[in-house]
């Protein structure tokens, strides 16, 4: 049953209160097999607490959870055995090398060794096969965890903010290696607060926001569908304005020291509008027709991480 099934979990109007306090409300998430699903929002909008619920570590006040076609409570080895999780803080054996500790992971939940060289690559880990975990940074940790969580070839991969604490670069490395991992067969979950990263990674993603589920689209849908205008700064056209202002394409203009920025729905025609008025475009600057957009206009706020 679970094999055809093509929902990988689910949460159905899930609430979660301590207290007084309401950490979860109404949420509603359908994670397709496959894809990978971000779940983005700022801090404290809820999304370590929605993984603890998905994975059955939290019991929700109400609602229905599944995971694999079953739902996550009581746990079952059985069930958390076909899941891989990098949690924030992942706990690592300090003087175990990497793929001593890769291998230990596999020999925990009884898998064999054979993914363990793909994976070192996938991430590359290789130079690093040999450090001690203790000895790692903290970007080749976050690698490692990742590893961890994958070593038993689980259907189901929960990434929790990946990138969280990363410096740049590191971020950057990280997210072109999921993107690049063949992780076809498998559904990853993820979160982060970073949206250009969600944009980069995800499928779908679901947008959660003081504890609600606000949206679940692709990033290209959301962006799409919120018809929000983008942005182009021309900084060669800086007096061309007249001629980029009568454009049919073009919905609003504004003059300024670095240049004209001329705003518009359709940025391929705005350009082609633009070249054919004999506007300057070089070193346009595309701007806006972001997630982070797409969150203004559904919650009125800007985004802050
Ligand atoms: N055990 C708890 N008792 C009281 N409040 C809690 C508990 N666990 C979580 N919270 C609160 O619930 C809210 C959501 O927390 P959660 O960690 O799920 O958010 P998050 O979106 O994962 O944030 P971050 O990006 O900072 O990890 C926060 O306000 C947090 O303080």
């Not at 054979?114 to 590359?124: H, K, N, P, Q």
């Not at 259907?155 to 929790?160: A, G, I, M, R, S």
């Not at 202002?245 to 391929?268: E, F, N």
């Amino acid at each position: 049953m679970t094999h055809t099934d093509p929902i990988a979990a689910s949460a159905r109007d899930v609430s979660l209160a301590i207290g007084r306090k309401r950490i979860l409300e109404a949420v509603d998430l359908t994670v397709e097999r496959g894809s990978f699903h971000g779940i983005i929002g700022p801090n404290g909008a809820g999304k370590s607490t929605l993984f603890d619920v998905l994975l059955g570590f939290r019991a929700p006040s109400g609602g229905e959870v599944r995971l694999l076609g079953r739902a996550p409570r009581p746990r079952s080895i059985e069930l958390l055995a076909r899941v891989g999780i990098q949690p924030q803080r992942t706990a690592f054996f300090p003087k175990l090398t990497a793929i001593e500790h890769l291998e230990a992971i596999a020999d925990l939940f009884g898998a064999s060794h054979r993914r363990i060289d793909t994976l070192m690559e996938a991430l590359d880990l290789g130079p690093h096969a040999r450090t001690r975990a203790e000895k790692l940074s903290g970007g080749e940790r976050q690698r490692l965890a990742i590893a961890s969580a994958l070593v038993h070839e689980p259907e189901v991969l929960f990434l929790d903010e990946p990138t969280a604490g990363l410096d740049p670069g590191a971020r950057r490395n990280l997210v072109e290696l999921l993107r690049g991992a063949d992780l076809s067969e498998m559904t990853t979950i993820y979160t982060t607060h970073y949206l250009e990263e969600a944009e980069r990674l995800c499928d779908v993603v679901t947008i959660l926001d003081g504890g609600r589920t606000l949206v679940t689209k692709s990033p290209a849908q959301l962006i799409g569908e919120a018809r929000l205008g983008v942005s182009i700064l021309l900084p060669a056209a800086l007096h061309q304005a007249d001629l980029a202002a009568g454009l049919p394409s073009v919905t609003g203009i504004d003059v300024g020291d670095d240049g004209v920025t001329v705003r518009t729905v359709d940025t391929a025609r705005a350009f082609a509008d633009l070249a054919g008025a004999g506007v300057d475009t070089a070193n346009a600057q595309v701007r806006g027709g972001s997630l982070e957009d797409v969150f203004l206009t559904l919650t009125g706020r800007s985004y802050e991480a």
